[in-house]
């Protein structure tokens, strides 16, 4: 029997070398890979390229990994919430390839289904397309690197005949996700709002690692509600139901609250 699990997270990480490229799962601190990232926090690994929606907040999920100088460039659709990650951009400390997420998130697709490149209306007519956003500056506020000019074509579409630029698939040396549940053949079950990325970047990296929550026996998932089959899990590391999960910003408030605001007889 096929059989993926490792006994710890260090375990699983421990081959991760200085200067890999991360596909990393999550959206805001939803589905964050954590157990995975503190592990390659202890172990030291440095000038990795990161490929993720965001970098997290300054002390959770990617975070913790760029507040100790271990990322050299982030690729990303969004870059808020994070001070230590503005700081470290605008003083050249930090590389960034600034990407829309629909696109970002056919990329990692595209690359893990074999695809070099495609081509999508998303960009046209902006820097995305055109060149010359900020990729990474020298400390003194001047542009070091910016982003290439990219293919633009034109196609003809349902008759009317419309731009494109090509925007390339994105492969990395290794992925970590986070799922509800998993079997020991690496067959994944995503819960909710936590499935978001983790799918896409699994499939992104040709070794991908997966903490999750609850692992179970082959045959003992429902094969109709597998959302990632196991040919794309390599290494699954059971991190419990018990992990801590944060919230990157509540806008609601407890009940207790609510009560007391409102007027008496409303």
């Not at 959770?60 to 990994?65: K, N, R, V």
């Not at 999508?120 to 990474?136: D, I, S």
């Not at 070091?144 to 090509?166: H, I, N, Q």
Request: one cysteine or more; aromatic letters at 6%.
């Amino acid at each position: 029997m096929i059989d993926k699990t490792w006994d710890s997270a260090a375990q699983a990480v421990a081959d991760i070398p200085d200067r890999a490229s991360l596909a990393v799962g999550g959206f805001g601190l939803s589905g964050n890979p954590i157990a995975l990232i503190e592990a390659l926090l202890a172990q030291g690994t440095r000038d990795l390229s990161v490929v993720s929606n965001n970098c997290g907040v300054d002390d959770w999920g990617l975070g913790i990994l760029l507040n100790a100088k271990r990322i050299r460039k982030m690729t990303s659709s969004y870059v808020g919430e994070n001070k230590e990650f503005e700081r470290q951009f605008l003083t050249g400390e930090l590389e960034l390839e600034l990407t829309p997420q629909g696109t970002l998130a056919e990329k990692l697709r595209a690359g893990g289904s074999g695809i070099a490149a495609f081509y999508t209306q998303t960009g046209v007519g902006t820097q995305v397309a055109e060149g010359g956003l900020p990729r990474r500056y020298d400390g003194a506020g001047n542009i070091a690197v910016a982003s290439p000019v990219k293919d633009v074509r034109t196609f003809e579409v349902s008759g009317t005949p419309r731009e494109y630029v090509l925007e390339e698939a994105i492969v990395t040396d290794f992925s970590l996700v986070h799922a509800l549940k998993g079997d020991r053949h690496g067959n994944l079950i995503f819960n909710k709002a936590a499935r978001n990325f983790n799918p896409l970047a699994a499939m992104a990296g040709r070794i991908c690692i997966a903490q999750v929550e609850e692992l179970v026996e082959p045959g003992e998932l429902d094969p109709d509600a597998i959302h990632l089959p196991g040919i794309y899990v390599h290494r699954m590391v059971e991190a419990g139901r018990d992990i801590d999960k944060r919230i990157e910003r509540r806008t609601v408030t407890d009940s207790a609250t609510d009560a007391a605001a409102v007027p008496e007889g409303a």
